[in-house]
């Protein structure tokens, strides 16, 4: 515990700022800060002054005074009345007015129960900065756009699963615009409870989750019927496998390994002795050339 008044700021003595990127609020509790301490909020902040467990003030931009009931002397009694321990404790929650960005993946179902995985982005400020600080609970010294996303997950799914469960996956693409205006009338409500303004939100990514699923529908978007595009992509995965039957698997015929044939082996049999006899034949003109040349 130090007898001075002391500076309350993000901005450390090392050059560290405690309001990272990611941050939206950081709690400075400090035994240190007492009566005529200031404080020194940056232009695209806020800060909430909390003593004794209670809101006393909001302070914008700028150097401010603090007025506290805490002082060397007071806090010298305090201590011996109280154990060591000094009842007004002073918080400084800092809370960024800046632009952040948080996304929420998850996976849902459409009306044939087949698996689909989504991703919706949303950009959201703060306007309030007192209804988050009593709204939200900090996770140690911090509360971040992750702590934000995991919180608001459940909503965002409930949101999307509302309108694909009842969709067909050949009717997804075409309800996509329903999906969204779902996620952004539930983000709105709950994000304004929280004093925070939604500027803008969009779902970037919906599909079903199992990847040959996925080729099938590509495939038949760009024309080829649904038969055609579950044999292309039978045949995908048979040619990166190495297996001889893909050509045959796209096109649609059957596929006949000579070994397997009747007379099969036979057949081999005779077409190598005859290439071993043409091979014989070759070898003996061309000795006899060479041994009529002068």
């Not at 400090?30 to 200031?38: A, F």
């Not at 002397?73 to 952040?100: D, H, I, K, M, Q």
């Amino acid at each position: 515990m130090s007898v001075f008044r002391a500076v309350v700021r993000t901005l450390q003595e090392n050059g560290q700022d405690m309001m990272a990127p990611g941050v939206i609020i950081w709690r400075d509790h400090n035994v240190d800060i007492r009566n005529r301490s200031i404080v020194i909020v940056e232009s695209n902040q806020k800060a909430v002054v909390r003593i004794q467990g209670q809101i006393q003030t909001v302070l914008d931009a700028g150097s401010h005074n603090l007025n506290t009931p805490n002082n060397p002397v007071s806090n010298f009694f305090a201590r011996l009345a109280y154990g060591g321990n000094v009842p007004w404790t002073v918080e400084v929650l800092f809370v960024s007015l800046a632009r952040f960005e948080a996304r929420s993946a998850g996976v849902s179902q459409s009306a044939e129960l087949i698996p689909l995985q989504f991703q919706v982005a949303y950009y959201f400020q703060v306007v309030d900065p007192v209804k988050l600080v009593q709204a939200v609970q900090l996770n140690g010294a911090f509360y971040t756009v992750n702590d934000l996303a995991l919180y608001m997950s459940p909503i965002i799914d409930q949101a999307v699963s509302q309108v694909i469960n009842t969709v067909s996956i050949k009717d997804l693409y075409a309800n996509l615009h329903k999906i969204s205006e779902a996620v952004t009338a539930a983000l709105r409500q709950t994000l304004g409870e929280l004093g925070i303004n939604l500027l803008l939100s969009r779902v970037i990514r919906i599909e079903p989750e199992d990847e040959t699923m996925r080729r099938v529908i590509q495939l038949n978007g760009i024309g080829l019927d649904l038969q055609t595009a579950l044999r292309a992509r039978l045949a995908e995965i048979m040619a990166l496998r190495s297996d001889p039957a893909a050509t045959n698997m796209f096109l649609g015929i059957p596929f006949y390994p000579i070994n397997v044939l009747p007379f099969g082996a036979q057949l081999l049999q005779t077409s190598a002795q005859q290439s071993a006899q043409a091979q014989s034949a070759n070898t003996a003109t061309q000795t006899r050339q060479k041994e009529g040349s002068p």
